[in-house]
């Protein structure tokens, strides 16, 4: 008599997407040279504004079929439950100002206008990867064929330096980055979704840096304890970047 086939053992079932690079937009938050500590928890980490295009159409594809296969088919549609690594531009300047309850109407309105100018029309990403794996960093160099990849050797300031002068906020460039599916804890309680994995970064331009005052109630809101990254040794490692 045959064996039966089986059972799939029940419950979360991490999976991963392809690694793929961004199209161009803006560093805000850069964490590239350090990881940066919050709430207990210390991640490399950036969001990057990002126009609508074929390749984050393809992203979030990606996204939303990960998440189909570790929570099912009707995952993104309660957003209560799951959480995502990215945001519509003109809901980011929704949740800004609805935490501006302070300013005047006119000084409301011209923030407004500052906001829009970033992020209407455009979507944010964010990304994440643990303090034991740092991102790949690069310099788009004008004349050569090839990115200039930044060094990161252990305990060299110079080189965190480095990093810090290119990655800044409001600089423009892209990311790599591996959607991956998260699940911490059991119950109501439990915090899970959608995170991308940030595999490397690449400087494109300068920009006009941005201030932080504008984007203190964005930080509020999704860089606290919304996805954990997973430091899995089976994480699609990233190759060499390219534009």
């Not at 940066?36 to 490399?44: I, L, W």
Request: charged letters at 30%; glycine letters at 10%.
């Amino acid at each position: 008599m045959a064996k039966p086939a089986p059972k799939k053992k029940a419950g979360f079932q991490k999976a991963y997407g392809k690694t793929i690079n961004t199209k161009p937009g803006r560093f805000i938050f850069a964490h590239l040279d350090i990881a940066d500590e919050y709430e207990g928890n210390t991640n490399f980490c950036t969001n990057l504004v990002v126009p609508h295009s074929d390749r984050l159409d393809e992203i979030l594809k990606e996204i939303d079929d990960i998440g189909k296969k570790s929570f099912g088919a009707e995952w993104s549609e309660k957003p209560e439950y799951y959480f995502k690594p990215f945001t519509k531009g003109e809901e980011v300047v929704a949740k800004i100002l609805a935490k501006s309850t302070d300013l005047a109407p006119e000084q409301l309105a011209e923030k407004k206008a500052r906001l829009d100018a970033l992020y209407a029309g455009n979507y944010q990403l964010r990304a994440k990867s643990g303090e034991d794996k740092p991102p790949l960093c690069y310099l788009k160099v004008e004349g050569e064929v090839k990115p200039h990849k930044l060094l990161r050797r252990p305990g060299n300031d110079e080189d965190v330096a480095a990093i810090t002068a290119a990655f800044y906020d409001g600089a423009y460039g892209i990311i790599n980055v591996t959607p991956h599916t998260y699940k911490k804890g059991d119950g109501p309680k439990a915090v899970q979704g959608v995170g991308l994995i940030l595999q490397a970064g690449m400087f494109l331009k300068d920009g006009p840096r941005l201030g932080g005052a504008d984007i203190d109630g964005m930080m509020e809101e999704d860089f606290g304890t919304d996805f954990e990254f997973e430091s899995d040794s089976d994480a699609t490692e990233t190759e060499e970047i390219s534009v």
